[in-house]
């Protein structure tokens, strides 16, 4: 295995971290937005008013995109156990 095909790897690795986290990230700092607007609108310093909304618009995602999360990872990783025989000769 060469230098660049394991930078690669990893690369690849990387950008499949970030392709199937962001969409739970962007929905936590969206809705988080939204209550911290909403807090300061009102001056309401409650902190579970910031974790419960939170926490159920991420379940919501989770059920939404996580087929989505899930067959993206499979497939990446069929491609890496694929690929295996290329790599070693």
């Known amino acids: 295995m060469t230098p660049e095909l394991a930078i690669n790897i990893v690369q690849n690795a990387f950008y499949?971290?970030?392709?199937?986290?962001?969409?739970?990230?962007?929905?936590?700092?969206?809705v988080g937005l939204l209550v911290s607007i909403?807090?300061?609108?009102?001056?309401?310093?409650?902190?579970?008013?910031?974790?419960?909304?939170?926490?159920?618009a991420l379940f919501?995602?989770?059920?939404?995109?996580?087929?989505?999360?899930v067959?993206?990872?499979i497939d990446y990783t069929v491609r890496l156990f694929q690929s295996i025989p290329n790599v070693i000769g």
């Not at 909403?38 to 909304?53: G, H, R, S, V, Y």
């Not at 919501?60 to 999360?69: D, I, N, Q, R, S």
């Open 60 to 69: 919501v995602t989770l059920v939404v995109a996580g087929p989505w999360m």
């Open 16 to 30: 499949m971290l970030i392709i199937v986290s962001a969409p739970v990230l962007l929905v936590a700092l969206l």
């Open 71 to 73: 067959n993206t990872l």
């Open 38 to 56: 909403l807090q300061a609108a009102t001056q309401i310093n409650e902190m579970t008013l910031t974790f419960i909304p939170k926490l159920l």
